[in-house]
């Protein structure tokens, strides 16, 4: 078998494959798209109960098992418009602007968001004065 052979078996077997991936991807786009309606439609008019942002946990390093782990609580029900960080042994207010701005491109990423029923009374922050 030449060499020119086997190149034009390669790119033959390299265009299937890439439109049966194209094809797939397509396919699971769409399954998304179906699934995010689906999923809005099941929760479509259920306003009765209201939850609030609790906490926000963070991590900062370039993968999972390497970096720094830190989070923000809502001083509830006490204050719920100050936020406190957690960050090991230190406890600050920390401005609701630095929580929620924007970290794209940043090593720091919130990865857990804790919900509570609003008005539930279940939340009560652990605090110590910064």
């Given at each position: 078998?030449?060499?020119?052979d086997i190149?034009?078996d390669?790119?033959?077997?390299v265009?299937?494959?890439a439109?049966?991936?194209e094809?797939e991807?397509?396919?699971?786009r769409?399954?998304?798209?179906?699934?995010?309606?689906?999923?809005?439609?099941?929760?479509?008019?259920?306003?009765?109960?209201?939850?609030?942002?609790?906490?926000?946990?963070?991590?900062?390093?370039?993968?999972?098992?390497?970096?720094?782990?830190?989070?923000?609580?809502?001083?509830?029900?006490?204050n719920?418009?100050?936020?406190f960080?957690?960050?090991?042994?230190?406890?600050?207010?920390?401005?609701?602007?630095?929580?929620?701005?924007?970290?794209?491109?940043?090593?720091?990423?919130?990865?857990?968001?804790?919900?509570?029923?609003k008005?539930?009374?279940?939340?009560?922050?652990?605090?110590?004065?910064?």
């Amino acid at each position: 078998m030449e060499m020119e052979d086997i190149s034009s078996d390669v790119s033959i077997y390299v265009e299937t494959e890439a439109m049966y991936l194209e094809r797939e991807l397509a396919a699971l786009r769409q399954e998304v798209a179906n699934l995010k309606l689906e999923l809005e439609d099941v929760w479509k008019g259920e306003q009765l109960v209201e939850y609030e942002l609790t906490s926000v946990f963070i991590h900062r390093g370039s993968t999972p098992s390497w970096g720094h782990y830190f989070f923000y609580a809502r001083n509830l029900p006490d204050n719920p418009d100050q936020w406190f960080k957690y960050n090991d042994s230190n406890v600050s207010i920390a401005q609701k602007d630095d929580i929620f701005a924007d970290t794209t491109g940043s090593t720091a990423n919130p990865y857990l968001l804790v919900y509570a029923r609003k008005g539930s009374g279940v939340v009560h922050t652990v605090n110590r004065q910064p």
